[in-house]
């Protein structure tokens, strides 16, 4: 059985539309509930997931790493299923995971494809069929076995970017990470807000940064000044 987790800030054009899709492609019963875990919205989103079947749930700390801990704590299943608010998996992803999990893998993502068919976007994604944590996004989703969730502390509540790529080090500890080879479709409104190539670079910018040592604050502060955007 698997719960789903799904971090929200101001998502209520997506939300809805999420949640159908995953009920509607959970043929087998195989999703014990639909967690979102809110970080203050202020439009719909909390009553559009609630109309879609989904627990809703307000984080006491906002932050994307906080507020996927928070939805853990509440799960009830074995296996945790982290998803982006704009992100769709393939229609196969339940049984995806079953698999993996039958098969010994206790974490794992899918690979990226983006709702845009520009080149460079797709040239990206096709690098992110490789098991290399430079190729990995939290848009790529996450599941993850509960107790080796709970061994690892879950998500570090310190980060509030790059906690995607930190947890999935810290997996690589304990376990192999599985790259299941379908995509995830995510959105690329991000990408189309502030300029393909622009947003590509500031992406790498801060990753270099954050590996070079550099603090959250200032990682994100220079992405705020260098990104349009209203989630960091």
């Known amino acids: 059985m698997i719960s789903i987790i799904i971090p929200t800030f101001n998502e209520e ?19 014990t509930e639909v967690i979102v875990v809110d970080g203050g919205s202020v439009d719909s989103t909390v009553d559009e997931a609630s109309s879609g079947s989904a627990i809703v749930c307000i984080s006491p700390n906002k932050g994307r790493a906080a507020q996927m ?56 994604c ?38 995607d790529q930190e947890i999935i080090r810290r997996i690589k500890k304990y376990e192999p990470f599985k790259v299941i080879k379908k995509p995830v479709t995510t959105s690329a409104r991000k990408y189309l807000d502030n300029g393909i190539y622009k947003t590509q670079f500031i992406f790498f910018y801060i990753w270099t940064l ?23």
């Not at 430079?134 to 980060?159: A, H, M, P, V, W």
């Not at 954050?210 to 220079?222: A, I, K, M, N, P």
């Open 69 to 124: 801990n928070f939805g853990a704590s509440q799960a009830t299943a074995s296996i945790l299923y982290f998803l982006h608010a704009d992100t769709i998996p393939p229609a196969t992803f339940l049984a995806d995971i079953k698999q993996e999990i039958y098969n010994g893998h206790k974490a794992g993502c899918f690979m990226l494809q983006f709702d845009h068919s520009h080149w460079f976007l797709s040239a990206n």
């Open 13 to 31: 054009k997506t939300i809805g539309n999420t949640i159908n899709y995953l009920r509607k492609n959970d043929r087998n019963g195989l999703i």
């Open 126 to 163: 096709w690098f992110t069929r490789f098991n290399i944590n430079f190729f990995r996004f939290g848009d790529q989703s996450l599941f993850i076995d509960r107790q080796l969730f709970k061994t690892i502390n879950g998500f570090n509540e310190t980060l509030i970017v790059m906690e």
């Open 210 to 232: 954050y590996y070079l040592g550099f603090s959250q604050e200032t990682l994100v502060r220079t992405y705020r000044k260098l990104m349009y955007q209203d989630k960091v």
